[in-house]
Nanobody
Framework: QVQLVESGGGSVQPGGSLRLSCAAS????????MGWYRQAPGKQREFVAR???????AYADSVKGRFTISRDNSKNTVYLQMNDLKPEDTANYLC?????????WGQGTQVTVSS
Protein backbone atom coordinates (compact mmCIF):
# COMPACT_ATOMS: atom_id res chain seq x y z
CA GLN A 1 0.00 0.00 0.00
CA VAL A 2 0.99 3.58 -0.64
CA GLN A 3 -0.33 6.59 1.23
CA LEU A 4 -0.39 9.95 -0.56
CA VAL A 5 -0.87 13.28 1.19
CA GLU A 6 -1.32 16.45 -0.84
CA SER A 7 -0.76 20.01 0.30
CA GLY A 8 -0.38 23.50 -1.15
CA GLY A 9 -3.85 24.21 -2.47
CA GLY A 10 -5.64 27.48 -1.89
CA SER A 11 -7.30 30.47 -3.49
CA VAL A 12 -5.52 32.68 -5.98
CA GLN A 13 -6.40 35.35 -8.50
CA PRO A 14 -6.17 34.70 -12.24
CA GLY A 15 -2.55 34.90 -13.36
CA GLY A 16 -1.30 33.80 -9.97
CA SER A 17 0.77 30.78 -8.99
CA LEU A 18 0.56 27.87 -6.59
CA ARG A 19 2.82 24.93 -5.82
CA LEU A 20 1.26 21.63 -4.86
CA SER A 21 3.14 18.90 -3.04
CA CYS A 22 2.37 15.21 -2.60
CA ALA A 23 4.29 13.11 -0.11
CA ALA A 24 4.24 9.33 -0.52
CA SER A 25 4.76 6.78 2.23
CA UNK A 26 4.44 3.03 2.55
CA UNK A 27 5.48 0.74 -0.31
CA UNK A 28 7.57 3.31 -2.15
CA UNK A 29 8.70 0.78 -4.75
CA UNK A 30 5.17 1.09 -6.14
CA UNK A 31 5.59 4.77 -6.97
CA UNK A 32 7.51 4.50 -10.23
CA UNK A 33 4.98 6.83 -11.79
CA MET A 34 3.47 9.74 -9.87
CA GLY A 35 1.12 12.34 -11.17
CA TRP A 36 -1.74 14.74 -10.75
CA TYR A 37 -5.36 14.65 -11.81
CA ARG A 38 -8.07 17.19 -11.14
CA GLN A 39 -11.81 17.12 -10.79
CA ALA A 40 -14.14 20.08 -10.89
CA PRO A 41 -17.72 19.91 -9.55
CA GLY A 42 -19.97 18.15 -12.05
CA LYS A 43 -17.07 17.17 -14.29
CA GLN A 44 -15.09 14.01 -14.87
CA ARG A 45 -11.66 13.55 -13.39
CA GLU A 46 -9.02 14.65 -15.88
CA PHE A 47 -5.32 13.99 -16.25
CA VAL A 48 -3.01 16.94 -15.53
CA ALA A 49 0.58 15.67 -15.49
CA ARG A 50 2.70 12.67 -14.63
CA UNK A 51 6.37 11.94 -14.06
CA UNK A 52 8.38 8.74 -13.80
CA UNK A 53 11.10 8.03 -11.27
CA UNK A 54 13.58 8.72 -14.06
CA UNK A 55 12.15 12.18 -14.64
CA UNK A 56 10.19 11.65 -17.84
CA UNK A 57 7.17 13.98 -17.74
CA ALA A 58 3.94 14.37 -19.67
CA TYR A 59 1.24 17.02 -19.53
CA ALA A 60 -2.31 17.61 -20.58
CA ASP A 61 -2.54 20.08 -23.46
CA SER A 62 -4.56 22.46 -21.29
CA VAL A 63 -1.65 23.00 -18.87
CA LYS A 64 1.40 22.75 -21.12
CA GLY A 65 3.66 25.75 -20.73
CA ARG A 66 1.98 26.79 -17.48
CA PHE A 67 2.39 23.80 -15.14
CA THR A 68 5.61 21.96 -14.30
CA ILE A 69 5.76 18.60 -12.55
CA SER A 70 8.86 17.51 -10.67
CA ARG A 71 9.81 14.97 -8.03
CA ASP A 72 12.35 14.49 -5.30
CA ASN A 73 12.93 10.76 -5.07
CA SER A 74 14.94 11.16 -1.85
CA LYS A 75 11.85 12.67 -0.21
CA ASN A 76 9.28 10.51 -2.06
CA THR A 77 7.56 13.72 -3.01
CA VAL A 78 6.10 15.02 -6.27
CA TYR A 79 5.41 18.68 -6.94
CA LEU A 80 3.20 20.60 -9.32
CA GLN A 81 4.21 24.19 -9.97
CA MET A 82 1.22 26.00 -11.44
CA ASN A 83 1.74 29.40 -13.07
CA ASP A 84 -0.59 31.74 -14.93
CA LEU A 85 -3.59 30.11 -13.29
CA LYS A 86 -6.98 30.53 -14.94
CA PRO A 87 -10.51 30.21 -13.54
CA GLU A 88 -10.90 26.97 -15.50
CA ASP A 89 -8.06 25.48 -13.42
CA THR A 90 -10.36 25.53 -10.39
CA ALA A 91 -10.71 21.94 -9.15
CA ASN A 92 -9.77 19.43 -6.52
CA TYR A 93 -6.28 18.26 -7.41
CA LEU A 94 -5.51 14.63 -6.63
CA CYS A 95 -2.12 12.99 -6.42
CA UNK A 96 -1.75 9.51 -7.90
CA UNK A 97 0.96 6.87 -7.93
CA UNK A 98 1.68 3.41 -9.23
CA UNK A 99 4.21 1.14 -10.89
CA UNK A 100 2.75 1.58 -14.39
CA UNK A 101 -0.88 2.55 -13.95
CA UNK A 102 -2.15 4.75 -11.14
CA UNK A 103 -3.27 2.42 -8.37
CA UNK A 104 -3.06 4.75 -5.40
CA TRP A 105 -4.78 8.06 -4.85
CA GLY A 106 -4.67 10.88 -2.35
CA GLN A 107 -7.67 12.77 -1.00
CA GLY A 108 -6.92 15.90 -2.96
CA THR A 109 -6.26 19.56 -2.32
CA GLN A 110 -8.59 22.32 -3.52
CA VAL A 111 -7.40 24.98 -5.93
CA THR A 112 -9.69 27.94 -6.55
CA VAL A 113 -8.86 30.60 -9.13
CA SER A 114 -11.13 33.60 -8.91
CA SER A 115 -11.02 37.37 -9.01
Amino acid sequence: QVQLVESGGGSVQPGGSLRLSCAASGNIISTNVMGWYRQAPGKQREFVARITSGGSAAYADSVKGRFTISRDNSKNTVYLQMNDLKPEDTANYLCAAGRVAFNFWGQGTQVTVSS
